[in-house]
Each structure stands twice: as C-alpha cells, then as structure tokens.
C-alpha cells in the first residue's frame, strides 16, 4: 500500500500559542490588575480578609460560568440566570419560613426548579423555534415576574445555619465554603467537557451544527441538557446568594446574565460556538470578581461596575475576533484601513454626529438661563 | 479485480428505480450495477438525478418505485442509518467536520469508544486517538503531524482523509459514495485524494464516485454511469471511451443527431 505521508507545513507560533490563549488573556488582565493595585492601594487591596472578599465573591458566579460555558459554547446565550436564581430562591424562602420546610429538602426543590426552568427555556428554544437571545430574555421577564408575584415587596431574612454556612461559613485555616462548592462546580463542568458524550457533542453542536445532525447527534437533545444545568446552575447560586445576604428578595440578582457571559467571553469561550474553555472561565470570574473588587477598593462609584463590565465583554470579544482572524492579507494596516473609500464615508458620519453634539452643546449654553431646580 | 471480470455478480444492484417528488419525476426506471473492488463514477448535468439515486443508495430517500440489491439481498431503507448498518455510506462534500474538535473526535463523532468509570460512560480519548491513527494509516496510508490539533488545521486532503476513515471505521462497509470530493481541493489536494479512493477500491470496496471532473473520473474511474434528465443515458468503461464520448451522453449528442 502507498504511504502519503501528508507534508504539513511547520507550527506556526500562532497555532502553538491558541490552545493557551484562553488563559493567557484572562491571567494577563489579572497581572494587570494586581500590579496596578499594588502600586495604587496595596495595603487595602491585598489585606487577607479583602482576598477572601474576592473569593466569596466568585465563587457565586463559578457554577453560572461553568454552565454558561456549555450553553455558549452550543451557539447559545441565557439571558435569565438572575431571574431563575431569584425565582428558585424565593420560592425555597417560602418554603422554609412559611411551610417548615427542612432546610436540605427545601435547597434540593430550588435545584430541581431552577432545572425546570432551564428544561422550559431549552423546549422553548428547541421545540418553539424561538431564538434563544429572544426566548431567555422573554423568559427572564416570566420568572422575574412570578418572584414579584410571589414575594411582592417582601424581603425574607434569617435563615437556619445551613443555608447561612453555604452562603458564607468559613473552613477553618482553608478557603470558605461556597468557594469549595464552586470550585467543585468548576472541576465537574471540566469532566463533563472533555471526558462526556454531553461535553463532546456541545463543541460538535457549536462548531457544525449541521455535522452534528448528520452524524446522528441528537442536537435538540443536547441543548437542552445544557440549558437544564444552567438552570440548575443558576439556582444553586441563588441558594449561594441567599445565604451569603442571609436574605432574599425579588429583585435580587439582577446583574448576574451580564456579569457571567463577560467572564465566560473573557476565558475564551467563544460567542460564535465551538470553542470551550473551562479553566478561561474559571479565570474569566476571577478576573470580573477582581476587577470590581478594585473599583470598590479605589473608592470609585458602585454605578461604573456596570460600564466595567460592558467594556470588558465588548473589548474582549473584539479581541479574540482579532486573533482569530486567519487572513490578513489586504489589510496594509490600521491608518490605511481608514483611507478607504467606505471608511471616509464612516468616518464622515462620526463627525457629523459628533459635530452636531458640539453644535447644540454651544447653541445651547450660548442660550441658557439661569438652571431650574427639577422637581 | 474490477468489472473485467464478468462472471463476478455486482455487489450493488439497483433494478427500475423511480422517485417521484409530487409532480416531479426526478428519476425513472434507473438501474445501475456496481461490482466490488471498482470505481463506478456517476456523472451528468445539473438535475440528471445524480443526488438523488445515491441519495437513494444511502438510504435518505426512499424510491417510489424499484429494488436494491446488496450482495445478492433486498434491502428495504427507512433512513440512513440503516444504509450504514448495510454497510453501506457516503461522504460528503461539505465533509461533515467540526472544525473544533480534534481528528480523532471528528471520526468517532455520534460513535465514541467509552469505557466505564464508576458505572458512568467516559469518553475514552486515548483510545479513539490509537484508533485514529491506526485506521488512517492501515486503511488509507496517510500519517497526520499532530491528532492533537483541530481539525481546522488540516489540509483538504487531510480532513477528506479523516472523513473518510469515519466511513471505512465501520467494519461491515461494503459501498462508500463519495459526493464530489475533489471541488473544493487544489491540484495536489486532488491528487492525494484520488490515490486515497484508488487505495479504498485495492481494498474491495465499491466505491461510487459522484463527479463534475471527466479529467478526475478518467484517472480513477473503472465505469462511468452517466445519468440524463432522470434517466441512465449509458454506462461506458473508461477503458474503451474518451472524454467526448461520455461528454455526448451528458449532453445528449447522439439523442439529437
């Protein structure tokens, strides 16, 4: 028989580095961030209680992140994790303070809920058609609302010592509780990626959907499981929250959809399917749990996590694109780029908005009287 | 071994095949005989019914009218993966890859090797990866660089090679279909591709070789099949034909003169 052995061309350095790139973003924006508080607010920012601070912290997100991988990596996006977290959680609240429920019983019905609500959103996705950034973000307002039903304005406080240990107990001389648990979390989401039929089919699914179909996976099948653990995921971080506030209310949790899809982008994960990165998204909330934590150290306005977090998405996503982009060819380079007859149009455009800003700011003040109190 | 041998009975026999889709009549009274060990291209024109008698073939299509026959036995296919239990199925041209995952995963996609860990089915990686290997280079005498990479990384040749071994992974496979394989490719890439189907024929297998290339058909063909608006114009040897004959049968030439 002939033997062809297949002459590829060397490694290059691009090709070596991408299996690594996944961390090396995260852990270089974390560099970054470390070496600028030591030098900014070192005394504050690495005392021992403020590290335990950012842990607790991201160990609410690890289980979301690591569900979110999964659902990300398929192509998809769950917009209604808060509202799941905090639906689930009321209704264990309930359950606790009004029926006398056992606290284990009651954690394990929050589970098994949010796993329901994950199991109605994949039919939804699945079965319906209805595309997912449309279907979660339509289901986030029906759990959301159904909290709001349930709780009205009630904010349920005081919990046994079990939920309150989950939330924030403390191992003694090691790391907290709910860090053991999203660590745990974390190290299950990574088995189930690469040792899973579920893990291997969900990079299949991300990366060719119509591979999948032909080679006999059962595409709808495998994106519900992944927004079922989501779901459940998401609950089991309201159980988190829960007991780290020892309270829970409707509104809680209205930041985690945002906050989760940023760290898992950040790690690597890819917006665009099939590529999954466990240990990126590990990273990815440790980075986000950081970051804020700095912002909050730096005593800057608890309003500006929210621009943080939609910068870091944005710039994130545009960066990964950047690398990805196989081709280059053409492109002379960024000042050429601008050069193009299409660009001027653009950039024509930029003026004119940004003109028309100044025009009116000048007309305006140039004409301004004396300011009216409001209200 | 191929079609000189006229005593050999044909592997795949398909007698009077029709399909109908609703008031189209996509194929009429077609038959076609392929005998193991050749290649047997099918060519013809945009429409000739090409897609179809192998779609047929392969199980995706069920005929409106006709029978197949697989080593002498009538089969009766309600989808494709009861053609693939028959041992018999096709690669495409779009290769069906997830670019993602890595040679190995590609070829034991929707059939992976597990094994048990505490009762619970784990992928076993390792040994998809020994097989990975094995089969490329046992059955298609191709050695990749790295199966550590994405399948991206690979060339056309070599991604038709890992799509390929999924096919031939199967141990009962008997017929392989293989639906313009060399459009996407380059000259070279041709060429290692077309060693590849010659390779799976020394093998025994009936390979169908679906084609818009007569140049390709010319080097690696035994038989041509053409097909004309539904119906089978001629089956010539390439031996004793040129190009142009096989070029006036898709075009009808004789038809009109």
Known sequence: ?375 | MSSDNKDAEPLVVMRNISKRFGGVQALSQVNLDAYAGEVLAIVGDNGAGKSTLIKILTGVYQPTEGEIFVGGEKLVMNSHSDAIDQGIDAVYQTLALADHLDPAANMFLGNELTRSFLGIPTLDNKKMRTETERVLFERLGVRLRSLDVPTASLSGGQRQAVAIARAVYHEGLRVLVMDEPTAALGPQETARTLKLIKTLKEQGLVVILISHSLDDVFEVADRVHVQRRGKCAGVVKVADSSQQDVLGLIVGAEEAA
């Not at chain 1, 607790?56 to 192509?75: K, W």
């Not at chain 1, 088995?191 to 709808?220: C, H, Q």
């Not at chain 1, 209205?254 to 690597?268: E, R």
């Open chain 1, 1 to 375: 028989m002939a033997t062809t052995t297949h002459p590829g061309t060397p490694m290059k350095l691009s090709e070596r580095i991408e299996p690594f790139l996944a961390i090396i973003g995260p852990m270089v924006m974390i560099l970054a961030i470390l070496l600028f508080m030591g030098v900014a607010e070192p005394a504050r920012y690495f005392r021992l209680s403020n590290l335990n601070l950012i842990l607790l912290d991201a160990a609410l997100y690890m289980p979301m992140a690591m569900a979110m991988t999964f659902v990300i990596t398929q192509r998809g996006i769950d917009l209604s994790i808060g509202s799941i977290a905090a639906l689930s959680s009321i209704v264990m609240a309930f359950l606790i303070k009004q029926y006398g429920f056992s606290t284990p019983i009651a954690i394990a019905f929050a589970l098994m809920l949010g796993a329901l609500f994950g199991l109605i959103n994949g039919l939804v996705i699945t079965k319906f058609k209805v595309p997912d950034l449309i279907g979660t973000l339509a289901m986030d307002l029906v759990y959301r609302g159904l909290a709001l039903v349930i709780a009205k304005g009630l904010v349920l406080a005081r919990f046994p010592d079990l939920m309150t240990d989950i939330g924030r107990g403390q191992i003694p001389g090691f790391i907290p509780v709910p860090v053991v648990i999203g660590l745990l979390t974390m190290a299950l989401g990574y088995w189930l990626l690469k040792k899973t039929y579920f893990g291997r089919y969900t990079v299949a699914i991300g990366s060719n959907p119509e591979a999948a179909e032909m080679t006999g996976i059962a595409v709808d099948r495998y994106k519900i499981y992944a927004y079922v653990l989501m779901g459940a995921s998401a609950a089991l971080a309201g159980v988190m929250l829960t007991g780290k506030l020892n309270a829970i209310q409707a509104t809680s949790a209205p930041y985690f959809n945002l906050h989760v899809i940023a760290a898992v982008v950040v790690g690597g994960t890819s917006l665009f399917g099939g590529r999954a990165s466990m240990l990126g998204s590990l990273a990815g909330v440790l980075l986000l749990s950081m970051m804020i934590n700095a912002l909050v150290t730096l005593r800057i306005e608890f309003f500006w996590q929210s621009v943080a977090s939609g910068v870091v998405i944005v710039s994130s996503v545009a960066l990964y694109t950047w690398l990805q982009k196989k081709d280059r060819d053409g492109a002379k380079g960024f000042v050429a780029g601008l050069t193009t007859p299409e660009s001027l149009r653009l950039l024509r455009l930029c003026g004119l908005i940004g003109g028309g800003l100044l025009l009116l700011l000048l007309i305006g003040s140039l004409l301004s009287g004396a300011p009216v109190a409001s209200g």
